[in-house]
């Protein structure tokens, strides 16, 4: 790769993480002309503020549209979607009494979260970067069990209200979001460009072993967060069915994953990470990996080192 196509990529990133960047800030005007329309002009219709942000979504789009190459167009209008949603439930919450608040809250939890994630890929991964890492639609599952999660939410605000007002769980499950949520933009940002989305079976050069920040409280602390957060969210909007299946799913989904993770993690980094291991817990509940796996791990592991010894000496 030459200098100039090596300037033009450079350009082509900044230029695409300052649209970005604006797009994130586009919230602030429209919560300011909110409390506005609120608080000043003392309108109260939820119907007619979202006329509002959707006509402005039309003038942003069309914009995006004339000005932006078709590579960048979808990461634009769902980065403006995001934005736009955010504020509209953002503006909801804050002022208004609308009995369906858990679930705007809902929202706004879940445009933080996919925003980040593609944030952190536009950052770090720029080389890898598209569309699909806003993680919207990245398995039929996790869109099955989030429509089911709205539709439990809807469905008990209606017909179990006051089930659904008990402030108890509401707290316990706003606590255990924001807190997941920490984690898991914490883990993105703290990790940089030695976390991926996908498995690493090969070690990079520039792969290092993450011991610090949350990585000094939990050794996987984005699953952790992921899992904190997304019961975290059922509890708070009260949802029995789906606390029960988000809790053993992501359960097994998780344990799984880290059983493949910690296996090629002796193998990247050795006794490095079995020390750190000893130290540093996973904190999802109910996972403890198993014992004669680990040890068969550590043989596997020990067996390759004394062959590149005997090989070398």
Same mark, same amino acid.
Request: glycine residues 4%; contains cysteine.
């Given at each position: ?34 409390? &506005?329309?609120?608080? +000043? !002009?003392?309108? #109260?219709?939820?119907? $007619?503020?979202? *006329?509002?942000? =959707? /006509? @402005?979504?039309? %003038?942003?789009? &069309?914009?995006?549209? +004339? !000005?932006?190459? #078709?590579?960048?167009? $979808?990461?634009? *209008?769902?980065? =403006? /979607? @995001?934005?736009? %949603? ?5 503006? +909801? ?9 858990? *679930? ?24 890898? *970067? ?184």
């Amino acid at each position: 790769m030459n200098d100039k196509t090596t300037k033009a990529l450079l350009c082509e990133e900044e230029k695409i993480k300052k649209i970005h960047f604006l797009i994130i800030i586009s919230s602030i005007p429209q919560i300011i002309y909110g409390f &506005i329309y609120f608080k +000043i !002009f003392l309108c #109260n219709s939820c119907f $007619n503020l979202f *006329l509002s942000e =959707l /006509s @402005l979504f039309l %003038i942003l789009s &069309i914009i995006i549209f +004339i !000005f932006s190459s #078709n590579k960048e167009k $979808n990461q634009y *209008l769902i980065g =403006l /979607s @995001l934005s736009i %949603i955010f504020s509209f439930s953002f503006l +909801i919450v804050l002022f208004t009494t609308n009995k369906y608040y858990p *679930l705007f809250i809902y929202f706004i939890t879940l445009c933080i979260y996919h925003y980040s994630e593609f944030f952190s890929v536009l950052l770090y991964h720029f080389d890898i *970067l598209t569309s699909e890492y806003f993680l919207i639609n990245h398995s039929t599952n996790w869109v099955i069990a989030t429509l089911f999660s709205f539709m439990e939410t809807i469905l008990g605000i209606n017909y179990f209200d006051k089930y659904k007002k008990i402030k108890f769980f509401f707290i316990i499950g706003f606590l255990m979001m924001i807190i997941g949520q920490y984690f898991r933009i914490a883990a993105l940002y703290t990790g940089k460009k030695n976390f991926t989305h996908r498995i690493s079976f090969d070690k990079a050069n520039e792969h290092k072993l993450i011991t610090n920040g949350v990585f000094a409280i939990s050794r996987h602390p984005s699953y952790f967060g992921f899992y904190l957060w997304s019961v975290g969210i059922e509890i708070m909007c009260c949802n029995p069915i789906c606390i029960i299946a988000f809790a053993v799913i992501l359960f097994k989904f998780f344990k799984n994953r880290i059983i493949i993770e910690e296996q090629l993690l002796i193998q990247f980094f050795g006794e490095e990470y079995l020390e750190y291991k000893k130290r540093v817990g996973i904190l999802i509940p109910f996972i403890h990996l198993d014992k004669e796996k680990e040890e068969k791990n550590l043989k596997i592991y020990q067996n390759k080192k004394n062959l590149k010894k005997n090989i070398f000496s």
